[in-house]
């Protein structure tokens, strides 16, 4: 098999090969295709679509092709009977594609003619119903002669009966079409509505057309990167506290607007970035020259210039990135430098922008639960769960929690990050209304200290009180800020009641933890006193 890009065949050599090549010529379209596979990426994807090849074909055109269509991506792949030459890739208004007409525009045709049918209907019954006002009004003073039609009374009776049938039956078919044209005219407003949101997209298409031999029937492959895809992981996370597990569910939301819909295709979902740069920054030298005594400014600006980090570069593509719609795990296959999620089942997702949401397996984790709270941020306590990181990966996304059953808000999950000691990430579950947290009015007192007095010495007194209402006992975590001296000229010394657990809890210094069991019906109380010297010619600048 042979396979050559874009090669351009001289004028003499066409003609003579066109006399040669004459006796077949397939033609076929996107929609006598059909899509395969679709590997899915963040803000792109690569789709690859399959052909049938009639024996003794020597030529072959894909019409309505997406024009976000990569033309550099785009390779071609056939079965052993199948000699592939060049091929040429055309871009074109869709509009002047006959094979590339929406297939909206049928149904919608069909639509206003069933309209235009209904409103026909409507207008004839209309001219009966003002037929039969005539009719009724010429034997009165004001009808047309002005004067009354002799008759008898059994007449008068049946004209008057044959009248009035013939105005209800008039009214209420009337009534009935009018019913009907407003159903029409509902089916057709979205219709209109996607038709025109999608001629942008869909204003121009794509022609693939490839030169090939073949000797029998055999399939033809494409494969091309298209924008305007995506996908993002979502997680559902149950919490049951009784049996202290939770139950993870896997999710994948999908959307793509590429211009072509995945119709019942395989789906991969892919963690790799094709549209990221393909080499690092590299650095730049670092020079120094002597400041000339006339430029003082530019050269201080020079300078400048030359210490400060360069800015980054533009990534390119990242606009199509935020433009793509914004997605696991069923069996999962990692490559080495990316993971990819194999979907079992075939999926269809429209090229409107919906977002089809894929359910990808669970697993049950087993949690430590523990009730933790800050009283010094908020006197509230809250149900957190401790997870080990399950076996596979699982991509950083967002979570819904709930918790025996019922919805406490979102969360994250992301065990990438796990920084705790036992290397376990946190899901809180919302808050423990059960237990009671009070924090008391915090000392500050603030003096001189030193033989001279020429230090300031500040004392700072936290207290906290926290009560189990449970009927079981309860894992309390208790979390306080300590303050941490970044100059040497200010000196820090912490005391707490009972001592913590930890003073650099999550590894972020300056965290002090407590943790210890509260039998039900317990209360526990914690203290930090915090004192902090410096000289009084030193303003100190607190964060916190």
């Not at 090549?21 to 963040?42: E, K």
């Not at 210490?307 to 069996?331: H, I, K, Q």
Request: charged share 20%; aromatic share 6%.
């Amino acid at each position: 098999m042979t396979f050559l890009r874009q090669r351009v065949v001289p004028l003499a050599c066409a003609v003579a090969c066109g006399a040669l090549l004459a006796p077949a010529h397939a033609q076929d379209n996107a929609g006598n295709s059909r899509i395969a596979r679709v590997t899915v990426y963040s803000g792109s994807a690569t789709v690859e679509r399959v052909a049938k090849v009639p024996a003794g074909a020597r030529s072959i055109t894909l019409d309505c092709l997406p024009a976000s269509l990569d033309a550099q991506s785009l390779q071609i792949n056939a079965d052993a009977a199948v000699r592939v030459g060049e091929f040429h890739v055309r871009t074109q208004e869709r509009d002047a594609v006959a094979a590339c007409a929406s297939p909206l525009d049928g149904r919608i045709r069909e639509l206003e003619d069933q309209i235009a049918s209904v409103k026909a209907e409507v207008s004839g019954l209309q001219l009966v119903d003002g037929y039969l006002k005539n009719v009724a009004t010429a034997g009165t003073p004001e009808g047309g002669n002005g004067r009354v039609q002799p008759g008898t009374p059994a007449q008068i009776v049946a004209t008057a009966d044959a009248l009035r049938k013939s105005a209800q039956d008039a009214q209420l078919r009337t009534h009935q079409w009018q019913r009907k044209q407003e159903a029409l005219e509902r089916a057709l407003k979205p219709l209109t509505a996607e038709r025109e949101r999608t001629a942008g997209q869909r204003a121009q298409v794509v022609s693939v057309s490839v030169n090939l031999a073949t000797e029998r029937d055999a399939e033809l492959r494409l494969s091309y990167q298209v924008r305007g895809t995506g996908w993002q992981p979502t997680y559902r996370a149950t919490l049951d506290a009784s049996k202290a597990t939770v139950l993870l569910e896997r999710q994948a939301l999908v959307a793509q607007n590429s211009g072509e819909d995945w119709s019942n295709v395989e789906l991969t979902l892919s963690t790799g970035q094709p549209g990221r740069a393909t080499q690092g920054r590299l650095p730049r030298p670092w020079t120094l020259d002597v400041v000339q005594p006339l430029a003082k400014s530019a050269g201080s600006a020079m300078y400048s210039a030359l210490v400060a980090p360069a800015a980054a570069p533009m990534v390119r593509g990242r606009a199509n990135a935020e433009e793509a719609l914004p997605s696991f795990d069923v069996s999962s296959v990692d490559k080495g430098f990316a993971t990819e999620f194999s979907v079992p089942q075939r999926i269809t997702v429209p090229s409107n922008g919906q977002r089809v949401t894929l359910a990808l397996g669970t697993y049950t984790a087993p949690a430590t639960l523990i009730t933790r709270t800050a009283p010094a941020v908020e006197e509230a306590a809250y149900l957190v769960a401790e997870l080990a990181p399950p076996p596979g990966v699982w991509p950083v996304g967002p979570a819904t929690l709930y918790r025996d059953g019922a919805f406490v808000g979102a969360g994250r999950i992301d065990f990438a990050s796990a920084t705790s000691a036992a290397g376990t990430s946190s899901l809180a579950f919302g808050r423990d209304e059960l237990v009671t947290v009070r924090a008391l009015p915090v000392q500050d007192l603030t003096g001189s200290a030193g033989f001279t007095g020429a230090r300031t010495e500040r004392r700072t007194r936290y207290a906290y009180t926290v009560e189990n209402r449970h009927k079981a006992a309860i894992a309390l975590q208790v979390l306080h800020a300590a303050p941490i001296s970044r100059n040497e000229k200010i000196e820090v010394e912490s005391r707490y009641q009972p001592q913590p657990t930890d003073l650099a809890w999550d590894s972020n210094p300056g965290t002090v933890a407590w943790r210890q069991a509260l039998p039900a019906g317990g209360t526990a109380q914690f203290s930090a006193e915090h004192t902090i010297r410096h000289p009084k010619d030193v303003e100190v600048q607190e964060r916190q």
